[in-house]
């Protein structure tokens, strides 16, 4: 499926923009990644995904995710820096329809459960909804 890739600034070095030999997009401009996901969906990527990185330091922000959230109708995956439920829980109630989560999980496997009941605790509305 054609994937719109966007590598935000976690603070620590990722292995992607190592290879593909790009810079991230800075942490605090949500306007910039609202703007590129917007690009990759009217170009027809079918997903967006923005990733802090694996071992990212710093996870994506709330309102970064939210901005972008509101303004593409693709699947938005949000991947790097999701280390505890709370973390999960606050990226999807922003707008992620998705969370990638690797190394925490790998570090402590018991976080799978917790993880997973935290992102199916948030509410759910539909279109009809208020």
């Keep these: 499926m054609r ?3 966007l590598v935000i600034d976690g603070c620590a070095p990722t ?4 290879i ?5 997009l800075p942490a605090d401009k949500n306007e910039i990644a609202m703007c590129t996901a917007m690009a990759g969906e009217m170009l027809g990527m079918k997903l967006i995904y923005m990733d802090a990185g694996s071992g990212a330091k710093r ?11 509101e303004c593409i109708s693709v699947p938005l995956i949000i991947g790097g820096g999701i280390t505890d439920p709370e973390k999960a829980y606050l990226n999807c109630k922003a707008g992620a329809d998705v969370i990638v989560v690797g190394n925490a999980i ?3 496997e018991t976080l799978i459960m917790a993880m997973a009941a935290a992102v199916h605790s948030v509410p759910v509305f539909l279109p009809s909804d208020p």
């Design 3 to 5: 994937t719109g890739y």
């Design 15 to 18: 292995t992607v923009s190592y």
């Design 20 to 24: 593909s030999n790009s810079s991230p």
């Design 59 to 69: 996870a994506i922000s709330e309102s970064m995710i939210t901005k972008v959230a």
């Design 106 to 108: 790998e570090k402590d």
